[in-house]
């Protein structure tokens, strides 16, 4: 008889008890957990979700972010998906919408650990491992506060689910759809095409080209006619281009306030920039072994970007914790390829950042 108890399962009662205390005290106000502000800086991301559901028009998304909230409209409308999913599921009312994208978030999250369960199954390591993706603060605050990196992260999952299955067809749509959820998911594309080229897999090259880099392309040089610019970029409102010297979004921390700089180095050093260093290196070993699973470049990309992060990323600790997301998923499959229980086991130190959870 199989167990009851699963990753999955924990991972919907944690979040789903998050989402019930949020809730609760704020009167069952589903549009608390979309944090709206009004004027520039006021709110957070998670209001561009549901700005953008309730009238997903050009017009009006230029009118609600870019006026009236001094936000970039380009960069908040790339992340089509889960605003389009939210606006079917909740038949276009903004009251349903509003619930509509927490429990597709929740959905997403619950999803997403099963298939991580599952993908570390079948690399012959416990799926408990799971939880780690499960639990991470980083996909947490996510669900609580209508962010897309649920459900981004989960079609990533899903597409490496897909290829384990030498269906590359579907991993390629799936891995597209998650870049349409959020642009982060290009670390994860591009190391699906290193692993491919490198591995001479024409057919994976072909419909990761057909299915993922051109959609994802063409939706670029559309976002480029409505908006007038591109969505790729570092940030919205008050954001800051990635840097050039690694860390330097770290030690201008310091300019501002050295006390500041030293608590943020607590947990930025141990739980953010060592993983980060240990990434690249790990993944660099393999590769020179001539190891070029996709899971060990999903490793090294991720890895990398996290020296060159934005200040305006690095400042606040949540943002650090959702882009940190792409390394712990990655972290967790590469520790399953090469059957290292030292580093599977390490990876529950980043439930640590749980402490940065709030209401």
């Given amino acids: 008889m199989k167990p009851l108890l699963r990753p999955w399962l924990i991972a919907l009662l944690a979040n789903a008890l998050y989402l019930g205390a949020v809730l609760a005290r704020n009167g069952g106000d589903p549009l608390s957990l979309a944090k709206i502000g009004h004027g520039p ?10 700005l953008i559901a309730i009238d997903p028009a050009p017009a009006a998304v230029t009118q609600a972010i870019a006026v009236e909230r001094a936000d970039i409209p380009a960069y908040r409308y790339q992340r089509i998906l889960l605003p389009l999913l939210a606006r079917l599921v909740g038949l276009g009312q903004p009251a349903l919408i509003a619930w509509a994208i927490p429990l ?9 650990t099963a298939i991580v369960a599952s993908l570390l199954t079948g690399l012959g390591v416990s799926p408990w491992h799971a939880l780690v993706y499960g639990l991470w603060p980083g996909l947490a605050v996510a669900v609580r506060a209508d962010l897309v990196e649920p459900l981004s992260f989960a079609l990533v999952a899903a597409a490496y689910w897909a290829d384990r299955r030498d269906r590359p067809w579907l991993a390629a ?28 897999d024409r057919v994976r090259l072909l419909t990761l080209a057909a299915l993922a880099v051109a959609p994802f392309a063409v939706w670029q040089l559309a976002l480029r006619a409505l908006f007038g610019e591109f969505g790729v970029g570092s940030g919205g409102y008050l954001g800051t281009p990635f840097e050039i010297v690694p860390f330097m979004g770290v030690w201008r921390i310091y300019s501002i306030s050295p006390t500041v700089f030293a608590v943020f180095l607590l947990f930025l050093g141990p739980w953010i920039m060592f993983p980060a260093v240990w990434g690249m290196a790990a993944s660099a070993r393999e590769v020179l072994r001539r190891n070029w699973h ?38 967790l499959l590469f520790g399953g390829l090469v059957k290292s229980q030292r580093v599977l086991n390490y990876s529950w130190l980043w439930l640590a950042m749980l402490v940065f959870i709030r209401g």
């Fill in 173 to 200: 749509g799936l891995l597209g759809l998650a870049l349409f959820a959020k642009e982060t998911a290009t670390l994860f594309l591009a190391a699906q095409l290193a692993a491919a080229l490198f591995g001479r």
């Fill in 294 to 331: 996709p899971y060990v470049w999903a490793l090294g990309a991720n890895a990398a970007i996290i020296p060159f992060a934005p200040f305006s990323t690095f400042r606040e600790p949540v943002a650090m914790l959702r882009f940190c997301t792409g390394l712990v998923l990655a972290t």
């Fill in 41 to 50: 800086n006021q709110g957070y991301d998670g209001q561009f979700t549901y």
């Fill in 104 to 112: 597709l978030n929740l959905v997403a999250q619950t999803v997403g």
